[in-house]
């Protein structure tokens, strides 16, 4: 089975789409096949376009195309639980996008459908793939930090596109869900389990929703953390983990590229390390191949993705109440 190609398809005309493209047709075990949209007319504009050979006007077409192997589901946060298990239902592989679902309980009925059909399904967290990400984590699990003691994220960018689904609470819209969840997750890998208590505002925009979260979260051994995430600022990407021996700054840790640079600090010294990366979704394409055609476990698996969710669920219950909750 390892000589197989798997056959795509997108399910909805998201722009997010477009990073995948380059991919799937590099790839030698993928291969971009077919575009759903909700009208025959946009589909058909799309493919023609991107040049995909078929273009179906309802995603339920797509999902009952029996040769299409694996879906990118790319719609609205809200509607990735809901689409995710109509297409593992259908016997169809998933990679959705970030993120995974809305609620935890989302996430283990999508947990619960992926075991049924036999199906592959995992979150597309495309940083957690590229060679830097890796990096770090190997520098950090070398000890060469010392005891961790404090991680410090930030993702921000200003949003002014009227309509977007991003400002609408029901539809998954906000900041901590759209790149909040980024920081949220780069801690949670790194430290390899959940917080134990957090701490949350917003300063809250349209349907009220968070413009902007600052959160705070507490791990067990005493190591905090803390992550802004928002709509109103600059674009702005880093994380900072801190340990008893020194520091290490990733510059660009949740969009890296095919070189970048990272800086561990000790003893007021500061190195520099170079890390030739790749493109930035080529990873999680190859991780569905490895998961689909050899076997291996997702990179991401899914109780990571259902403690994401939970972790957000309840930063945003903290910002709502004004206290602090424990996971």
């Known amino acids: 089975m390892s000589d197989q190609i798997l056959r795509w398809g997108f399910l909805s005309t998201a722009k997010i789409n477009h990073a995948l493209i380059s991919p799937l047709r590099v790839s030698k075990r993928n291969q971009l096949v077919a575009i759903a949209s909700r009208s025959d007319e946009k589909a058909k504009a799309y493919a023609k376009k991107w040049e995909i050979p078929r273009a179906y006007g309802s995603y339920e077409a797509l999902l009952a195309d029996p040769e299409i192997d694996v879906i990118y589901n790319s719609l609205p946060n809200h509607l990735h639980a809901d689409w995710t298990i109509k297409a593992l239902k259908a016997g169809k592989h998933v990679l959705c996008e970030k993120p995974l679902g809305l609620t935890a309980s989302d996430v283990d009925k999508m947990f619960a459908t992926a075991k049924e059909s036999g199906r592959v399904l995992t979150e597309a967290f495309m940083y957690r793939h590229h060679p830097q990400t890796l990096k770090v984590k190997e520098i950090v699990e070398s000890g060469v930090l010392g005891k961790l003691r404090f991680l410090r994220g930030s993702f921000t960018f200003t949003l002014n596109r009227e309509g977007n689904y991003r400002f609408s609470k029901d539809m998954g819209g906000g900041s901590i869900w759209d790149v909040g969840c980024y920081p949220i997750s780069y801690t949670r890998m790194l430290l390899g389990t959940s917080p134990v208590e957090v701490f949350g505002w917003q300063v809250s925009g349209q349907e009220g929703i968070d413009q902007s979260f600052v959160g705070q979260m507490r791990f067990p051994e005493g190591i905090l953390a803390q992550f802004d995430s928002g709509f109103q600022s600059p674009f702005r990407t880093e994380m900072e983990i801190i340990g008893s ?46 998961a689909i055609l050899l076997g291996k476990a997702p990179r991401v698996s899914l109780e990571d993705s259902r403690e994401n969710a939970r972790t957000i669920q309840a930063l945003l219950e903290s910002a709502k109440r004004g206290k602090v909750i424990t996971l």
């Open 245 to 290: 021996l020194g520091t290490l700054f990733i510059p660009n840790p949740f969009r890296p590229g095919k070189n970048e640079e990272i800086l561990l600090k000790k003893n007021d010294k500061v190195e520099k390390i170079k890390i030739r990366g790749q493109e930035l979704y080529l990873g999680e394409v190859e991780d569905m191949a490895d």
